[in-house]
């Protein structure tokens, strides 16, 4: 089955920095577009990051453009979301998703806390 498992959060100072990592297995990783979504408290699911099949397309939300970097590795199976500059508007849980076999798949996602 479609399993996707992030890695990476903690806890960082404003102004650091953290990698997140999101390891897939379950279907042919190589093949689909990947994505990385935030979800602050008492807000709505949004989209950081996206990158194509096979990374030759890249998409960034403009409140992380410049700081962030998507980048996959199609022989580890993996997705990794740079984050640089952290600020405390960066404070959420991070999923990573994928669409496949026609169905939206989320990780269960990982704490980024950016506090003093």
């Known amino acids: 089955q479609v399993q996707l498992v992030e890695s990476g959060g903690g806890l960082v100072q404003p102004g650091g920095s953290l990698r997140l990592s999101c390891a897939a297995s379950?279907?042919?990783?190589?093949?689909?577009?990947m994505g990385w979504y935030r979800q602050a408290p008492g807000k709505e699911r949004e989209l950081v990051a996206r990158?194509?099949?096979?990374?030759?397309?890249?998409y960034y939300a403009d409140s992380v453009k410049g700081r962030f970097t998507i980048s996959r590795d199609n022989a580890k199976n993996t997705v990794y979301l740079q984050m640089n500059s952290l600020n405390a508007e960066d404070t959420a849980v991070y999923y990573c998703?994928?669409?496949?076999?026609?169905?939206?798949?989320w990780g269960q996602g990982t704490q980024v806390t950016v506090s003093s």
């Open positions: 379950g279907f042919t990783f190589s093949s689909y577009g």
């Open positions: 990158i194509s099949s096979t990374g030759g397309s890249i």
């Open positions: 998703r994928t669409i496949t076999f026609g169905y939206v798949y």
